[in-house]
């Protein structure tokens, strides 16, 4: 079965900071791998696919790369801002299957 | 394009006593998720369908929890009867066929007492 880990659980940075959050996964035998941002209270929100076959994506301030055969992927945002406080997720797809599969999360606090 | 609705946003309940969500998904989106996300966790997935057919349902406690979608659009999501660690945040998400994107709703808080 597939197990996905974040990590930090939990983060607070000055504004402006550049940071990055890691995910991790157990079976290397993924079709895609997505980032998500929960607001309190809210739903999710799709920040970056990455497909299967690709090793990273950019969106904005936002860069995802993913390394299948070591099972990571990493969420660069450069020059943090208060509004980009939030959870966020982390989810594969299986290659095989329809299911996915999403990490606990990394809670992050960006201060003024 | 509206989003994904879901009613009610909030319920509080009795253990043992039943509750019923719902789920309208973007208008053309044949795929449609209930997830369950408890306190500090992920996103679980307790049901995907494909129009109205079950195309995974392998985490669903089906001794108390049961789903449909009629007509391949709405969906409701029932427990009967409820248990203390149902308690969590119930996820309802779409994605248009040929994608890969899922849109979520803004999810169902349960707390049961």
């Known amino acids: 079965k597939q197990e996905v880990t974040q990590i930090p659980a939990a983060l607070s940075v000055p504004e402006g900071e550049n940071l990055v959050l890691n995910c991790s996964f157990t079976?290397?035998?993924?079709?895609?791998l997505q980032w998500f941002r929960q607001d309190p209270g809210k739903g999710l929100t799709s920040l970056l696919l990455?497909?299967?076959?690709?090793r990273e994506q950019t969106s904005g301030r936002l860069n995802a790369s993913l390394d299948k055969s070591s099972g990571r992927s990493t969420l660069y945002i450069a020059a943090s801002q208060p509004g980009d406080s939030a959870t966020y997720l982390c989810?594969?797809?299986?290659?095989?299957?329809?299911?996915?599969?999403f990490g606990t999360g990394t809670s992050l606090t960006v201060i003024p | 394009e509206a989003g994904v609705a879901q009613s009610p946003r909030y319920k509080i309940i009795e253990k043992r006593q039943s509750v019923a969500f719902w789920c309208n998904p973007i208008s053309g989106h044949a795929t449609l998720y209930w997830y369950q996300q408890i306190l500090g966790q992920g996103p679980k997935l307790l049901i995907q369908f494909q129009n109205n057919g079950v195309v995974d349902d392998s985490q669903l406690p089906k001794d108390r929890f049961s789903a449909e979608r009629l007509k391949g659009v709405d969906s409701t999501l029932k427990i009967q009867p409820a248990k203390l660690e149902d308690s969590a945040v119930y996820l309802c998400?779409?994605?248009?066929?040929?994608?890969?994107?899922?849109?979520f709703g803004p999810g169902t808080r349960l707390t049961v007492l």
């Open positions: 079976d290397s035998a993924i079709y895609n």
């Open positions: 990455i497909q299967s076959s690709q």
């Open positions: 998400a779409s994605r248009r066929e040929n994608t890969d994107t899922q849109y």
């Open positions: 989810a594969v797809r299986h290659s095989t299957g329809n299911q996915f599969y």
